[in-house]
């Protein structure tokens, strides 16, 4: 069972926003269910949007990456 941003239900994974998720055996009966939710808050510490922000901490990961490596071969 999903439930949508509005808390309405829905069939679509993509949509859902909190739900809970049932595992079943081969006989069909449910082995495990495994509740989520998803949050859309925006961290208030953060200058700028959280994909914003990782994308500068990959590229900075990447210079530092970029670093070693010109280094190790120098």
Same mark, same amino acid.
């Given at each position: 069972?999903? &439930? +949508?941003?509005?808390?309405? $239900? ?11 998720? !049932? ?14 939710? &998803? +949050?859309?808050?925006?961290? $208030? ?11 500068? !901490? ?14 190790? &071969?120098?």
């Amino acid at each position: 069972m999903y &439930l +949508d941003a509005e808390g309405q $239900p829905t069939d679509d994974a993509a949509k859902a926003m909190r739900g809970e998720v !049932v595992e079943y055996d081969v006989h069909g009966r449910p082995t495990r269910r495994t509740r989520f939710f &998803l +949050d859309r808050k925006e961290l $208030p510490w953060l200058p700028v949007s959280e994909p914003a922000f990782l994308l500068w !901490v990959f590229a900075g990961l990447f210079v530092v990456w970029l670093a070693i490596g010109v280094f190790l &071969l120098a």
